[in-house]
């Protein structure tokens, strides 16, 4: 096993060489290992799999045997030669066919959030986002690096879906949505968590709003149900009128903002928000200490390499909320990277009425 100081450099190694791995992963991706693999009959050598993707033969072997070490790739050796094979893990989320693939995400996270990451210690030092020296594009418009092109726009909403095709489900059904029937998903992009919304709630319709160039890409690139319950409406939820809806859902937006925003986005859905109707926000919630979730403090980081805003805790979500005019707050953890959390408009009951606020 090893003395104490061995485990210790041993972990070390293990967090100073996280990039690497990551890294691995990436190249597999954008290479096509990974979609090689699950499109070929059986398992391939290294000279079936550099014929396929036009490598090179040592640069190709080095990388499937680290994926090997990472358990992406199983190995098997026949009359002394290695023939590799997906394991069910890269099957899963890896390869472009599984309807779980996360390979556009991982992609995006590749040419953008890993440029980004380059810059951690300027952005502790300077407190705001690395767009200006990652990408050399200004840091005040949150979304200039990550829409720079329309490939890379494409490259963002279509892992965006993936994200969904994972926790859409769970932060759907966190609550029961039924009494909602007409929905507005803010910043919705391209409607893959309204599709999840539709599939649950049978009576629901899903207004998806967000800014003209999301929503050309959305209609252009992705495909929606015919009987037309998936609308979209363009707009700046900052400045322009928004839809009349039952219930507001706030996906990953919240966290791109600092409170002052949050507060006024908050505060204008509550004015257009029919009484008793309400805000579902949508995040990767840090535990009420801020000790953890450890993926939630990776992600709280990335806000401020990224954006201007940051992962919160429940009462802070709670705090935002209230100051906006919603009452009846309720948290639900949905055991996935994003939790649910329901707030409502409340009745005019008067001004002695009052609501408590309950965590679940």
Request: glycine share 8%.
């Amino acid at each position: 096993m090893g003395s104490a100081e061995d485990r210790a450099y041993q972990a070390l190694c293990d967090c100073a060489h996280g990039f690497m791995v990551s890294q691995v992963v990436f190249a597999a991706c954008e290479l096509g290992v990974f979609d090689v693999l699950a499109e070929a009959p059986g398992p391939l050598d290294v000279g079936a799999v550099v014929m396929r993707l036009g490598t090179s033969s040592h640069g190709t072997e080095l990388l499937l045997d680290a994926c090997v070490s990472l358990k992406l790739l199983t190995l098997e050796t026949r009359s002394g030669k290695a023939f590799y094979s997906n394991t069910e893990l890269a099957s899963t989320y890896l390869s472009s066919p599984s309807p779980k693939s996360q390979r556009h995400m991982l992609l995006y996270m590749a040419r953008t959030t890993y440029r980004c990451w380059g810059h951690l210690a300027e952005a502790v030092r300077e407190g705001k986002n690395q767009y200006q020296k990652a990408f050399g594009v200004p840091s005040h418009d949150l979304f200039t690096a990550i829409y720079r092109s329309e490939g890379e726009q494409l490259q963002f909403m279509r892992g965006l879906q993936e994200v969904w095709s994972i926790s859409g489900r769970s932060v759907m059904t966190a609550f029961d949505l039924s009494p909602f029937p007409l929905i507005c998903d803010l910043g919705g992009g391209s409607g893959a968590l309204a599709k999840e919304c539709i599939s649950v709630y049978p009576d629901a319709k899903v207004t998806v709003f967000d800014i003209p160039d999301v929503v050309r890409v959305a209609k252009t690139h992705f495909d929606f149900p015919e009987e037309g319950r998936i609308s979209f409406q363009e707009g700046d939820f900052f400045q322009d009128r928004l839809p009349e809806a039952d219930l507001y859902i706030l996906a990953r937006v919240l966290h791109d903002w600092a409170d002052a925003k949050c507060l006024a986005l908050l505060a204008r859905i509550h004015r257009v928000c029919r009484p008793g109707g309400g805000v579902l926000v949508v995040e990767s919630v840090l535990d009420e200490d801020r000790r953890g979730p450890r993926t939630t403090l990776l992600f709280s980081l990335n806000m401020l390499l990224q954006t201007e805003g940051r992962e919160r805790t429940p009462g802070q979500y709670h705090t935002l909320l209230a100051a906006a005019g919603f009452g009846d707050f309720r948290l639900r953890r949905t055991g996935s990277v994003y939790d649910a959390m329901l707030a409502r408009k409340l009745l005019p009951l008067g001004p002695a009425a009052s609501v408590k606020s309950q965590q679940l």
